[in-house]
C-alpha cells in the first residue's frame, strides 16, 4: 500500500464518518474533503476544484432551473392530477404509480433528467393526495435509478459497459438486453417501497412543516392558541335557517368564525350570509368567557308586552330628531350605543341618510355629517344635547314621522332577572347587548322603585325587572346562542391551519397608507380584502378584543388570517408593509407547452446523441428564462446550492480513488477473497463490491475501473462475461444508500427534508431486494457458462 493510497483511505473513512453522524453538515464535509485531498497533495489544486466544473454538477443545477419552469408553467400539476386520477390518494397506490412512471421514462431518458422532470410533479401530487411529500420524493429518485436498469440507453453506465466489452472482444450489450433482469429488479423495488419501504421514510413535508411552525410561532406570538374553540349547532335549534350575521356571533359575542363544517366537508372563512344548518361544527376564535356571559342573557324571562307602560314612558321619554354637524367628532366613527347613552345619556333608535333610514345594526354604521339621528330620552337631556358643537339642527318627531318615516317595529318588554341568575352584577354596557341587537334599557323596576333611563353602568342584580325596547325576533336569537354546544375536542377537520387552508400574516400600515386613523371597522378587512383582522399588536401587547374599535396608527402590527391566495395579494398591496410574506405558488398555464417543449427538447437531444447532456440542460435553462416560463430570479432561487456544493466536493474523491490506485486495491484484495467459491458467489462478490463502491466513487469511473477487472476475472475463472457484466450493470444502478451516490439522491434531498441517515434506512434495504431479485433473474435469463 503506498502513502497516497493510504492517505486516499483515511480521507475517505474520515468522511464517511461525518456524513454518518452528520456531525458537520454535508456540504461543510464535501468542502472540506475537497480541501484535504489537495492540501495533502493526493490531487492536484486545479483537480480538487474542477468538481465544479464537472458535467454532473452543471447538469444538477440547471435541472433545477428545469424542474422549476415546469413547476411554474403549470406542466407538472398537468401530469400530477392524471396520477392521482389513476392511484387516488392511498399512500401505496401513489407511491407505485409515480415509481412506475418515472421508471418507465428513465428507460429512455437520463437518470437526473427524468428526477428533474418529476420532481415538481411529485411535489404538487403530494399536495393533491395529501401524502407527505417526504414519502414520494426519495422513492422518485430511486425509481429513475431502478429504471435505467432497463435499456442500454437507460444510464451511462450500461454504454460504458457495453462499450468496454466491444473493446475487450466479447459480445456487446443490445438495446434491450437488459429489459429481462432491469424490469423484474424496478418491479421487485417499487413493490417493495410502496409496500414496505415506505415506512422507513419520515413522514414530514420540510416547506410546509417549516411553513406551519414559523405560522404557529407566529399565532402563539399574538397569543391565539389559547382562544381557539369549537361549538356545535343543535338539530332544530332557533338558529338553523339564520345567517351567521343573524345569529349575532361576530357582533354580539366578538367572535371570528375561522371556519365550517358540515357533513365532513370545511368552509374556510365562511361567509356572513351563510346558512346555519343544524349540526353544523365551527371553529372559532375569540374569548370563551365573553361568549358564556352573553349566554347568560338568554336566562331572561319575558314577562309581558308593555303597552300600557308606553304611555308611562312617553310622558317622561321624549323622541327628537337630530343632524350631525360638519365638524361633529362623531362624524367617520360607528357608533356604540353604550358610549353614546354614557356620554348624551340618550338612546339612538334610527339613522336617516337622505332617503334612506337604518332601524337595525345600527352599531355597524360609521355616521357622516348630515346624519339624522332619531334619539330618545328624556327632556333635560335632549335640551343639553342642544349646547353641543356635535349636532346642528334638533327638533321634535311628529307622530306621522315616527309611523311613515321610521316605521319602528320595536316594542316594549318587561323581562325578569331569576333570583339565582349568573346575570347577577352584569351591566347593559359590557354586555354589547345593544351593540349587537340593539336593545335599549329604558328603566329597571326593583323592590318597587322606577329607575328611569340607567346609565349603561347600572348593575343588574337578580329578581330585578327590566323594561326593554326591542324586536322580539332578537330575543329569539340570544336564547339560540344559548343551545350551541362547546366543543371539549376541536374536530380533526377543523384544523384549517395545520391543513394550510389558512394562513396567517403580519403586516404594518406603509408610511403613506390612507387607512390610519380608521377604525377597523370602517377599513372591513373581511369585506374589502376577504380576510378576518384577528389581532393588533402595539406598545409590546397584544390587542384581541373588541377590534372593531380599534383606531390604527402607523407602527401598529396587524394579525391577519385568510387562504394563501388572498394574503399574498398583500404583498404588492401599497397600503401594507407585510412583515411576514406569505408565499403562493404561481403558475402560468399559457407557458405550460414551452416548458414541455424545452424539456422535451432537452432529453431528445441527449437522446439522439445531438448534445452532451450538461450542455443540453443549461440551454434548457436558458431556454426556460428566454421564453419567460420564470425569471432569472426565480431561476437562482430555484437551485439548491446544497446539492451543488456537496456533488462538487465529494468527485474530486472519486478522481483521487482511480489515479492512486486505492479503486483497484480494494477491488483486487476483495477478488482475491471470493477466488474458489464458485461462479455464483464470485458474481454475488463483484455485485457487492460495486454496490458498496457506488456510495463513494461517481458511477461512471466506477464502471470504467470495474468492466476490465470483471472480464478478466470471468475468463480466468469460466464464467460467462454477459452474465458478470450484467450484474456490474445492476449493482452500478443500485446508488441507494447515499445521497451523494448518484446525482437524483442529491436532487431531492433538499425538497424532501431529508438526512444522510434516512438514505441509509431505506437504500440498504431496497439495495439487498434489488440484489435478490437481480441474482434469480440472472439465473432465470443469463447462463453462467461461457
Known sequence: MTQDIALCLAILVASVV??????????????????ALAITGVVTPPEALAGFSDEAVVTVWAMFILSEGLTRSGSAQIVSRRLVQIAGRSEPAVIGALMLAAGALSAFMPNVGVAALM???????????????????????????????????????????????????????SMFDFAPVGIGALLAGTAFVALLGRRLLPRQDPGLEA???????????????????????????????????DSRLVSAAGMIVIALERRNRVEALPSRTTVLQGGDRLLLQGRPERFEELRHWSELVIEREAPVLQGLMSEQVRLAEATVAENSALAKDLLHHAEFRRRFNINVLAIRRRDLVRRVKLASVPLRAGD???????????AALAETREFSDIRAVTEEELRNDYRLQER???????????????????????????????????????????????VILGGDLLLIQGRPEDLDVLRGLQELEIGERISPNLNVFESDRLATLEATLAPQSPLAGKTTADVNFHDRYGLELVAVWRSGKARRSDLEKVTLQFGDALLLVGPRQKLALLNDNPDFLVLTPVSLAVTDSRRAPAAALIMLGVVGSVIL????????????????????????????????????????GTLPLGVAMVHTGTAQYLAMQLMALLAGLGPWPIILGLYVITALATLVIPTPALVVLMAPICITASRELGIAPQTALMGLAMAASSAFATPIAHPANLLVMGPGGYRFSDYLRLGLPLTLVVLLAVMLLLRLFWPVGP
Not at 456531525?23 to 480541501?35: E, F, G, P, S
Not at 391565539?224 to 356545535?232: E, I, N, S, V, W
Not at 432569472?632 to 462538487?648: C, G, L, N, P, T
Open 412 to 458: 316594549l318588554f318587561v323581562v325578569r332577572v331569576p333570583r339565582d341568575s349568573r346575570l347577577g352584577g352584569a351591566t347593559l354596557g359590557r354586555s354589547r347587548l345593544g351593540d349587537a341587537f340593539d336593545f335599549r334599557l329604558l328603566a329597571t323596576f326593583r323592590e318597587g322603585l322606577l329607575n328611569i333611563m340607567p346609565p349603561p353602568e347600572e
Open 211 to 245: 411553513q406551519q411552525r414559523s405560522q404557529r410561532n407566529l399565532r402563539a406570538q399574538y397569543g391565539l392558541q389559547d382562544r381557539t374553540f369549537m361549538m356545535r349547532v343543535p338539530e332544530g335549534s332557533v338558529l338553523v335557517g339564520k345567517t351567521l350575521a
Open 119 to 173: 420532481l415538481p410533479v411529485a411535489v404538487d401530487l403530494a399536495r393533491r393526495s395529501e401524502v407527505p411529500a417526504s414519502r414520494l420524493l426519495m422513492p422518485l429518485s430511486f425509481a429513475a435509478l431502478l429504471g435505467g436498469m432497463t435499456t442500454l440507453i437507460g444510464t451511462p453506465s450500461n454504454l460504458l459497459i457495453s462499450s468496454a466489452m466491444s473493446a475487450a472482444g466479447v459480445v456487446p450489450f
Open 18 to 35: 461525518c456524513f454518518v453522524t452528520e456531525v458537520l453538515r454535508m456540504d461543510l464535509v464535501a468542502l472540506l474533503v475537497m480541501c
Open 372 to 382: 339624522q339621528l332619531l334619539l330618545q330620552g328624556d327632556s333635560a337631556a335632549l
Open 609 to 648: 446523441g445531438w448534445l452532451p447532456i450538461g450542455i443540453a440542460a443549461v440551454l434548457g435553462a436558458a431556454l426556460m428564462v428566454l421564453s419567460r416560463c420564470l425569471t432569472m430570479e426565480q431561476a437562482y432561487r430555484s437551485i439548491d446550492w446544497h446539492a451543488v456544493f456537496v456533488i462538487a
